[in-house]
């Protein structure tokens, strides 16, 4: 019987390997780029920055992977494509858009104003007191404007493209990007399908619950439950980290912290 050759099977690794090598470092190179705009979007929606981070970090990692040098574009740039796309993607997806009133969205605009307004002058974020003296507004009207942002994401979020300088980065930023990965390899099949699917991959909650034959009510919580799971575990840091790259136990790792 003809021997086959193992030559191409291992040049086949090899090139994986290099390309995944070169991923990683792109990513730890520039994670500095999600910080600063998932604040801002933050800033603009009523989601919780960790959470935005999470999703930031993925649209990098992304576009590490999709990143062609020949084409000329910089990476950076290519990179903030990628990060914003992913977390608008994300904001899109929480919840159905709600037209809210002119009213509202005059608010929504001057409260834009004063967060850039106390960035550029490098003052702490406001207080919900200092805003509602800032916006003009009541205690009723506060109220019901808080309510609204709650039920809307502003419609003009995608205009929305100046993200503030980065502040100074937590020592556990590039920890928290090369772990990643690692921790999302080691998901439940499920919530590892839906979180690349709809972050990484860009597809609607529609899309992806007909793939899945399910309700698009459930991969929206299964996605939640996955990128509180992403977060609670790089939160444990170095431990995680190890558990990902020496553990092939399946969920084991993800169990330790």
């Known amino acids: 019987m003809p021997i086959r050759s193992t030559a191409a099977p291992v040049q086949r690794a090899s090139l994986r390997r290099d390309q995944v090598n070169r991923r990683n470092q792109r990513v730890a190179s520039y994670h500095e780029l999600v910080r600063p705009i998932a604040l801002h979007y933050s800033a603009l929606s009523p989601e919780y920055p960790d959470d935005l981070i999470q999703v930031g970090l993925l649209g990098l990692i992304r576009a590490a992977e999709l990143f062609v040098p020949s084409l000329g574009t910089p990476f950076s740039a290519f990179a903030r494509h990628h990060i914003r796309g992913a977390i608008l993607h994300y904001l899109r997806d929480q919840a159905a858009p709600i037209r809210v009133p002119r009213r509202q969205q005059e608010l929504e605009d001057k409260l834009r104003q004063v967060i850039r307004s106390r960035q550029s002058l490098g003052q702490p974020p406001a207080s919900p007191e200092e805003i509602r003296d800032a916006l003009g507004l009541g205690i009723e009207q506060w109220e019901r404007f808080q309510r609204l942002r709650g039920l809307a994401r502003p419609l003009s979020l995608e205009l929305q493209s100046q993200e503030p300088a980065a502040p100074e980065l937590v020592p556990s930023a590039a920890e928290e990007a ?66 990902g790259l020496k553990s092939r136990r399946g969920s084991s790792a993800v169990q330790a912290c």
């Open 178 to 243: 090369g772990a990643a990965m690692a921790v999302l390899a080691q998901l439940a099949p499920g919530p590892q399908a839906v979180v690349r699917q709809v972050v990484l991959e860009g597809h609607s909650l529609r899309r992806v619950a007909k793939a899945l034959n399910v309700s698009p009510m459930t991969v929206h919580r299964q996605l939640n439950r996955a990128l509180t799971q992403l977060r609670d575990q790089l939160d444990c840091g170095e431990r995680v980290v190890s558990s």
